[in-house]
T-cell receptor
């Protein structure tokens, strides 16, 4: 059964550095999402992406964040200048219809 | 915007007993309600979902009920097993699957 994949599984970075988190959604899915989950807290929506553009974004998704689908398979989340509070698990998700399928996550630690 | 509340935050049951987790939502336009199970360090996995035009859905030991008037929906797990131990998140969505607003989660422990 196809799954959403994400790389890297873990990333440690210094505050102020740029990070790019990568996701490969399931191939026939058209809608893509990024969520984050701060340790011990609920999953929070960041951004949704459809037809090569952002369809919705949350208040968390400020100017430091951007998303891109550089080719037919990858979907990336870039954080331009990381802050300590960006430390979290970042999940990518994709869907064909209603159900969203989540990737395994990237654990980002900002020092 | 949508706000989803979930109760209880933790739940311990004996193996074989039933577990019920309740969620309420605020946006009457929400029309799709999935439940995800998340084991420690793993991705959320969909276990059951329900659309707003359905009042109840069942899949083996798991069922979900929806009360649109009261804006609440519940997850029912019968004959619980130790492998049911996990954090369960409810979510609500408009437009049948657009961005999910998650509840804060319920940590379920099934004691052998």
């Amino acid at each position: 059964e196809p799954e959403v994949t994400q790389t890297p599984s873990h990333q440690v970075t210094q505050m102020g550095q740029e990070v790019i988190l990568r996701c490969v959604p399931i191939s026939n899915h058209l809608y893509f999402y990024w969520y984050r989950q701060i340790l011990g807290q609920k999953v929070e929506f960041l951004v949704s992406f459809y037809n090569n553009e952002i369809s919705e974004k949350s208040e968390i998704f400020d100017d430091q964040f951007s998303v891109e689908r550089p080719d037919g398979s990858n979907f990336t989340l870039k954080i331009r200048s990381t802050k300590l509070e960006d430390s979290a698990m970042y999940f990518c998700a994709s869907r064909p219809e209603e159900t969203q399928y989540f990737g395994p996550g990237t654990r980002l630690l900002v020092l | 915007g949508e706000n989803v509340e979930q109760h209880p935050s933790t739940l311990s049951v004996q193996e074989g007993d039933s577990a019920v987790i309740k969620c309420t939502y605020s946006d009457s336009a929400s029309n799709y309600f999935p439940w995800y199970k998340q084991e420690l360090g793993k991705r959320p996995q969909l276990i059951i979902d329900i659309r707003s035009n359905v009042g109840e859905k069942k899949d083996q030991r798991i069922a979900v009920t929806l009360n649109k008037t009261a804006k609440h929906f519940s997850l029912h797990i019968t004959e619980t097993q130790p492998e049911d131990s996990a954090v369960y998140f409810c979510a609500a969505s408009r437009n049948y699957g657009q961005n999910f607003v998650f509840g804060p989660g319920t940590r379920l422990s099934v004691l052998p």
